[in-house]
């Protein structure tokens, strides 16, 4: 019973595609993100749902969007792929409750997107 | 601007010894540190973690120490043992807010 799944593990397509990253939690959390890790380890936030609204949105393309049906599940769209987006993307869930000191966040297993 | 540095891309510890695994920042508004172990083709998996009010944080054979003057972190592992080896992620929290920044990681090496 894994904690935080995506599907798929591994996708690889051609420049200028439209791909989906899907992400389920199963641990009740109510905040969900995408993080991607690029070609040099550097592993940046991208995104974070909070209860299905939108409360982190860095400096990130807008052919990314980010969807949350509901608070297990965040997706990632990606419009017009281009080279530069191949990386591993991460999905992670966490609790953000305001009287927690800190906010542990559990990851999925990554989705490695190749664009050739 | 990379906030979160792990300056150590690599590090090989023999059995038994002691690891000791670095983390400096620049943002003095960071109130929580984490220590995040990641294995091949699986996502990080917390480790341990220390407020900015404490200077060492304790768990087993894992130890977080901070020196907030000198914007610095170590995980000390004692005594390494050959499952440590993986890449171990420093990340820093403000506080509450739900954004962590990381490192880029130090690959830790357990050699027999």
């Known amino acids: 019973d894994t904690a935080v799944s995506q599907t798929p593990k591994y996708l690889v397509t051609q420049m200028g595609n439209d791909k989906s990253i899907k992400c389920e939690q199963n641990l009740g959390h109510d905040t969900m993100y995408w993080y991607k890790q690029d070609s040099k380890k550097f592993l940046k936030i991208m995104f974070s749902?909070?209860?299905?609204?939108?409360?982190i949105n860095e400096t990130v393309p807008n052919r990314f969007s980010p969807k949350s049906p509901d608070k297990a599940h965040l997706n990632l769209h990606i419009n017009s792929l281009e080279l530069g987006d191949s990386a591993v993307y991460f999905c992670a869930s966490s609790n953000r409750g305001w009287d927690l000191p800190y906010n542990e966040q559990f990851f999925g297993p990554g989705t490695r997107l190749t664009v050739l | 601007d990379q906030q979160v540095k792990q300056n150590s891309p690599s590090l090989s510890v023999q059995e038994g010894r002691i690891s000791i695994l670095n983390c400096d920042y620049t943002n003095s508004m960071f109130d929580y540190f984490l220590w995040y172990k990641k294995y091949p083709a699986e996502g990080p998996t917390f480790l341990i973690s220390i407020s900015s009010i404490k200077d060492k944080n304790e768990d087993g054979r894992f130890t977080v120490f901070l020196n907030k003057s000198a914007k610095h972190l170590s995980l000390h592992i004692v005594p390494s043992q050959p499952g440590d080896s993986a890449v171990y992620f420093c990340a820093a929290s403000l506080g509450t807010a739900s954004k962590l920044t990381f490192g880029t990681g130090t690959r830790l090496q357990v050699t027999l």
């Open positions: 749902y909070n209860n299905k609204e939108l409360i």
